[in-house]
């Protein structure tokens, strides 16, 4: 007989690679989402040292299971610091090609 486990989505960030085609997918699927995004940068905390995390922070332990909670609503600030101490950063890009403006002389 089979024994099942839960499905985790950490046990399977393992590298920088992965970690980032994740979260490349996340936004895809819901980055209109906030709640959905904050889960995800959860998702890779636990696949890294989450105790480590909250350090690097700056943060409680505490303060970031309650910041990437389900009811958690961090201010962009502490999302800054949490992206920050996983070693990833920011990136804007447009979502159309942006067009070239003329000089007005």
């Known amino acids: 007989m089979s024994k099942l ?10 590298t920088e690679e992965d970690i980032a085609a994740y979260l490349d997918a996340v936004m895809a699927e819901g980055g209109g989402d906030p709640a959905f995004i904050m889960r995800a940068l959860g998702v890779v905390a ?13 943060i409680t332990r505490e303060g ?10 961090p201010s962009f600030a502490t999302v800054s610091k949490i992206v920050s101490a996983l070693g ?10 942006i067009k070239s403006v003329k000089k007005c002389l």
């Open 46 to 58: 636990r696949a890294r040292n989450f105790s480590q995390i909250a350090r690097d922070a700056g």
């Open 64 to 73: 970031l299971y309650k910041a990437l909670s389900e009811n958690g609503n």
């Open 88 to 97: 990833l950063h920011i990136k804007f890009l447009p979502t159309e090609p």
């Open 5 to 14: 486990t839960r499905y985790d989505s950490a046990d399977y960030l393992k």
